[in-house]
């Protein structure tokens, strides 16, 4: 059995030199923290509203496009829209949002800027996505406001990510 894929392999080989290098992928570990505002519409009893990201830190360990180390922290923010989950518990920090998120990722080429669409779910954690990174996150105290006599409207924010991008 050895011989046959070892023959295999040795016709093979003088082939792969013809075969275009895929584009060079990019993996790396990432800690975001920072605030993630509210704001209730007034007119949907707090079920839908607006959130955003701001001010917040993105800290990446690995390389960007298979080539590029990431030489530090760089800032993130984001914005977009948000439902209240149907849930039996309350609608404070129970959701379902959508939005853009933007951030820079200082690397040893240049800082690159990244800009791209942002899907979350939160219910007293959360999990977000986007083309390029997916992670969990977590809103935690201090917050403004308290959810029994209004809603949230502030809240500090953690999150883990995987960033894979070409």
């Known amino acids: 059995m050895k011989r046959p894929v070892a ?3 040795g016709l093979l080989m003088p082939l ?3 075969i275009p290098a895929a584009d060079a992928a990019g993996v790396a570990a990432c ?3 920072g605030t993630i505002n509210f704001a209730p519409s007034s007119t949907t ?3 839908q509203g607006l959130w955003s990201i701001g001010p917040a830190v993105i800290n990446c360990q690995g390389l960007l496009k298979g080539v590029s180390r990431i030489t530090g922290p760089g800032s993130f923010r984001g914005s977009g829209s948000y439902k209240a989950l149907p849930v039996g518990g309350g609608t404070c920090l129970q959701q379902v949002g959508t ?11 240049n800082d690159v800027h990244i800009s791209e669409r942002h899907d979350f779910i939160l219910a007293g954690g959360g999990e977000f996505t986007t083309p390029s990174l ?3 996150f977590q809103a ?3 917050y403004d406001g308290d959810c029994v006599t209004k809603p949230v409207t502030r809240a500090t924010f953690v999150a883990q990510a995987l960033m894979a991008r070409s």
């Open 134 to 136: 997916r992670g969990a």
């Open 7 to 9: 023959l295999l392999v």
């Open 99 to 109: 939005g853009t998120v933007e951030y820079l990722i200082p690397t040893s080429d």
């Open 45 to 47: 009893a707090a079920t």
């Open 31 to 33: 800690a975001i923290s």
């Open 16 to 18: 792969i030199g013809f």
């Open 140 to 142: 935690t105290p201090p």
